[in-house]
């Protein structure tokens, strides 16, 4: 007879009554779409929480990183440096912009871009530098910003991944001229899908607040006197992301717990390396991932990990083999490729119980004696 386990969730969200309450209220207001109060109230509590001067909501991550490119005019001939090992929509809003992105390896210890290898890639049409704190993992923001103020450069941070996380004491997405979140359905807070960036630089923000809106004049709203986008949040939307806010600190320390199950349990197996922290980061956890040492079949032990109920999910396959990428990717991309055919993202929702990762490390373990 086989047993029946309880469902172990990788990166599902936890969504309760306060949520229904705060939708139920959206809904009675009759502020379905992108007017009413939840949008704003949002946006304040969100840079608030972050510790930034200015947030605007938009539609999703990609968006928010696209209004960030186009709001700093990056386009046609210029260059944007971006980390090899990353989610595609790091990469699609250089594009988007006409601007090309330029590909640099990672730091096989943070898996995030190694900033050692930033400054050899900047030429006459580079602007902007865009890490990404990978799977909550923060960057080396103090080196980047120093490579960045040196020669000119904006920085924009894709922090879609680490809510929460911090360089140095201060919030992912603060550090660079913009910083861009996701609330897509299993990131750190949803909002079913959405996104919002940050910036210090009030002009900008507001600038971007009148852009996702289809730039639509203040004083005429049928007049439109630059190209917009439909990029805005919906009011049910900031209603869901604002309850969601409100337990965050909940869903961090939910995070960091199982991310030290994951450690005491696996930290001394020889064949199996966490990502690390950079000095002075501390990583939200969003996902807990480890690499597994030469000779682990990972497409092989994800499948026997599913026969006993246990998902996981691979690391990204750099965007450089990707048909529309790989006329850019001319370099050594070398740790990031060995990422992706050894590595392996555990199950680490915050729906998941402690007993619920005991039972993957035991497998898990197992699987690989
Ligand atoms: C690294 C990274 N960048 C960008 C995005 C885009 O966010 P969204 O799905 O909200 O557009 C995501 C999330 O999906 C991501 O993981």
Redesign the pocket.
């Known amino acids: 007879m086989s047993t029946i386990y309880k469902t172990i969730y990788l990166d599902a969200p936890s969504i309760g009554a306060a949520e229904k309450r705060y939708l139920s209220r959206a809904v009675d207001t009759g502020y379905v779409s992108s007017a009413g109060r939840f949008v704003f109230d949002f946006e304040e509590a969100f840079a608030r929480y972050v510790g930034s001067r200015n947030a605007v909501a938009t539609q ?6 696209h209004m960030a490119l186009h709001e700093l005019k990056i386009g046609r001939g210029d260059e944007v440096i971006v980390p090899a090992l ?2 595609i ?2 990469i699609n809003p250089v594009l988007y912009v006409g601007a090309r992105p330029v590909f640099a390896d990672i730091d096989s210890r943070t898996w995030n871009i190694d900033p050692c290898r930033i400054e050899r890639l900047i030429n006459r049409r580079t602007k902007a530098i865009l890490p ?1 704190h ?1 799977y909550g993992n923060p960057c080396d923001m103090g080196a980047i910003m120093r490579i960045a103020r040196k020669h000119g450069l904006a920085v924009i941070e ?1 922090a ?2 680490s809510l929460g996380a911090t360089y140095k004491g201060r919030q992912t997405g603060t550090f660079g001229d913009f910083g ?1 979140f ?3 359905g ?2 750190i807070i949803t909002t079913g ?3 919002m960036v940050v910036s210090r630089d009030a002009g900008k923000a507001g600038h971007i607040k009148f852009l996702v809106n289809q730039a639509k004049d203040k004083a005429n709203s049928l007049y439109h006197p630059e190209m917009g986008f439909n990029y805005r949040m919906t009011n049910i939307e900031a209603a869901l992301g604002l309850a969601q806010l409100k337990k965050i600190n909940r869903f961090l320390a939910s995070k960091n717990r199982i991310n030290s199950i994951y450690r005491e349990k696996l930290g001394g197996i020889k064949t199996i390396r966490f990502q690390e922290e950079c000095d002075g980061g501390r990583s939200s956890n969003w996902f807990t991932c480890v690499s597994f040492a030469d000779g682990i079949n990972i497409a092989r032990l994800q499948k026997k990990l599913m026969k006993h109920n246990i998902p996981t999910r691979r690391i990204f396959m750099p965007a450089t083999g990707f048909p529309p990428y790989r006329k850019y990717g001319k370099g050594d991309y070398s740790r990031s490729r060995g990422l992706y055919d050894r590595g392996l993202c555990l199950p680490s929702s915050v729906m998941n119980t402690k007993d619920d990762i005991y039972r993957v490390t035991t497998k898990l373990k197992e699987l690989i004696a």
Not at 60 to 65: F, I, P, V, W
């Open positions: 999703s991550g990609t968006a928010a990183l990353t989610f929509a790091s990404v990978l894709d879609t991944e861009c996701s609330f897509n299993n990131k899908g959405g996104g």
